[in-house]
């Protein structure tokens, strides 16, 4: 079976894009070490994790340094911002949230371009809307995803063996987006967001596209009928 990474794999999108491609890839599930990324490496068959905080280099460097060959790499690890304005951000979240979301993705793919190239492989970088329009309060979050599309489209310009896919994805119903409607003081209502199976889903037939086609970017708006 072909190999496949997922950062971020112990919750949220990242457990549902794993149990889709349970069934076709054998799976490093990525996260920092906890009993959710445990549990569910023992539900999935062929699964193992992965688990590093991945803004530890020297822990990342050592964890890819076995894998010779990887056939999907699924950049879905993530954090939210506070939403405060530009006014009131202070520099430290700048720094993390451009880390975890941009330069710890830029240096995982780094060190995992030789198993990539090895196997003829995919990147996926799960982006959000907010890489494509920065709203009011969304400055470091959108500025992490506008540069992850930046490092997608330098990657794909240069590894034409590989195949690279942004998937940008409105909101969807996690505990990220939980945070963020009570950070706006509103009230969660799950409708109005999409899916997790519904972007999995997106993700995983972007993996199982045929070798002639390269989806290099895939747009998911909610439709608030959910
Ligand atoms: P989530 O439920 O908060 O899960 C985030 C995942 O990222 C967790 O598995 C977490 O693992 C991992 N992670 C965070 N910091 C990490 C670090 N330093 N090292 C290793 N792993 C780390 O988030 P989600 O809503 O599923 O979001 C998944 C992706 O979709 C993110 O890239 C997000 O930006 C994007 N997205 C989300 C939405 C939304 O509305 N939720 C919309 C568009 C795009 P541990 O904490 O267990 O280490």
Redesign the pocket.
Known sequence: MPTALI??????????IARRLSPTHDLLL?????S??DTLATELDGASTFP?????YDEVEAATEAINALDVLV??????SSLEGVADTPVEEWQHVL???LV?AAELTRLLLPALREAGGHVVF??????RRANPGWAP?AA??FGLRALADALRAEEPTLRVTS???????????R??VAIEGNEYDPSQ??K?ST?ANAIVHAIATPADAHPEEIVLRPTGRG
């Open positions: 950062t971020g794999a112990s919750r949220g999108l990242g457990a549902e990525g996260g920092r070490p906890s959710e990324l590093v905080d991945l803004t530890d950049h879905n690890a993530g954090v939210g880390e975890v979301n710890a799960v982006n959000s809307g907010a890489g979050y992490s995803k998937v940008f994805p409105g909101r969807i119903d996690t505990e990220m987006q945070d963020l967001f999409l997790t972007v």
